[in-house]
């Protein structure tokens, strides 16, 4: 009986509250309460999509109102899904460096507030709109930032990973059905979306084009890993760069873009993978992900692409850059073979940074190309990827170095900010 009285109340704490006419919650800095993990079994039991759908969601969200200031912990309501959207249940979130860029509001153009930011995660479908017939409420799905419509020129073409409607657009903030917010505060007040996923929240709402449909038996933490960097880094070697087995690649950044694009190239075969950054601790994770070599540029008297074209017999077959620094760029793409080789952009660069290149240098064979999503079509290609790390192909053990309960989000972007975790995983 003391087991079953226990169930109760769990799955009374668990289960949203659905009343529009719910009582306040009072609004709270995140990181004063904790309350316990929960593993994504225990979560999935007790989900219960009956109970939700087709209601407002009243449940807690981190909410961000301001450039830098901390993320508050609100209680806010969340609307049923319109003509193709999708309200999913987060399980487990992760923060990217995007979303530190954002919280720092870096880009004024991009500003939207109130807002609820996050796009790496993973979850349950817990309704869908009207003419959603690819996905049921109780599917696991992860939210993608870069969506796939499946029938615009664009995603009907085998060139590009763009949609027409549904790319990626950090300057999107309402839904694309009616430009409007399906997140509102107890008073009615509009809380803005944020690259198509807004995850940091224990419901959201998403277009369909940007959800997709992952193995229910998938290990769900690192499944969050593939909303964006794992599938970026990876990509960026498989499709962007296409590295063969037996070639060199030099990676500059060794962030957690930069360590998944070794992984790529360690799973694609190549013989040599160079890691370039200034911070000598990263190497050992570095190893870890398949880079046979390491040069840190303040430990060298001549410049980066100097020593890795004499370590490599006049350059690297491919280069890939997740700096995000023009300098750095310039340096990645001089570092690769001329005649064929390939640097393949994946950092985020502030406006007005334009290239560092002079027409001239493109004819000595050299080629230079961006990537978003690592060029994976998120809806058709996405699950073949999760079936890859499932099997062993691609290996996501080492990316999640820290995991705190939500209401700790505060604590983790400054583990991330102070560069002390690669991928901090918060339990919503």
């Known amino acids: 009986m003391a087991m079953l009285l226990q169930a109760r109340r769990i799955l009374t704490q668990t289960l949203p509250r659905c009343s529009s006419n719910s009582s306040p919650a009072s609004v709270k800095l995140l990181g004063l309460a904790s309350r316990g993990l929960h593993d994504n079994v225990s979560r999935t039991k007790l989900f219960d999509p009956n109970a939700t759908s087709g209601n407002v969601i009243t449940c807690n969200a981190a909410v961000v109102r301001g450039p830098k200031q901390p993320f508050l912990m609100e209680s806010i309501r969340v609307d049923p899904p319109k003509k193709m959207e999708v309200r999913i249940k987060i399980l487990y979130t992760s923060i990217c460096h995007t979303d530190l860029s954002a919280w720092k509001g870096e880009n004024e153009a991009q500003r939207a507030y109130p807002r609820i930011l996050g796009h790496e995660a993973v979850g349950l479908v817990e309704s869908v709109g009207e003419g959603v017939t690819d996905l049921k409420a109780g599917d696991h799905v992860i939210p993608i930032f870069n969506g796939e419509c499946g029938h615009c020129p664009y995603c009907t073409t085998k060139t590009t990973n763009l949609c027409q409607t549904y790319r990626v657009n950090p300057f999107k903030s309402v839904m694309e059905n009616d430009g409007k917010c399906r997140f509102s505060t107890k008073d009615g007040e509009p809380i803005f979306h944020f690259l198509n996923t807004s995850t940091f929240t224990e419901y959201s709402v998403l277009d369909s084009a940007c959800v997709v449909k992952i193995d229910p038996n998938s290990p769900l933490k690192k499944m969050s890993l593939l909303s964006c960097g794992v599938s970026t880094g990876v990509g960026a070697a ?9 070639s060199s690649v030099a990676i500059f950044g060794l962030g957690a873009l930069g360590l998944a694009a070794s992984e790529g190239a360690r799973a694609r075969g190549a013989s040599k993978i160079i890691g370039v950054d200034i911070n000598q601790e990263k190497f050992n994770k570095g190893k870890e992900m398949g880079m046979t070599h390491f040069v840190n540029p303040k ?9 890795i074209r ?6 690297v077959d491919y280069s890939i850059e997740c700096a995000g620094n023009v300098e750095v760029l310039r340096e990645a793409f001089l570092s690769t073979h001329d005649g064929w080789g390939k640097t393949v952009v994946v950092g985020i660069y502030p ?5 560092p290149l002079h027409p001239m240098e493109l004819f000595d064979g ?14 058709s290609q996405l699950p073949e990827l999760a079936k890859a790390c499932m099997n ?8 999640i170095t820290h995991e705190l309960p939500f209401e700790k989000i505060n604590e983790a972007f400054q583990l991330l ?3 002390k975790a690669l991928r901090c995983l918060l339990h919503v």
């Open 392 to 399: 062993g192909v691609v290996n996501l053990d080492g990316f």
């Open 366 to 379: 050299r080629s230079i190309s961006g990537t978003i999503f690592g060029d994976f079509k998120g809806k």
């Open 417 to 419: 900010g102070n560069g």
């Open 299 to 307: 430990d060298i008297s001549k410049p980066v692409h100097q020593r």
């Open 310 to 315: 004499e370590m490599t017999g006049g350059g």
């Open 351 to 355: 406006t007005p940074k334009m290239l």
């Open 238 to 246: 498989w499709n962007a760069a296409n590295v063969q087995a037996g």
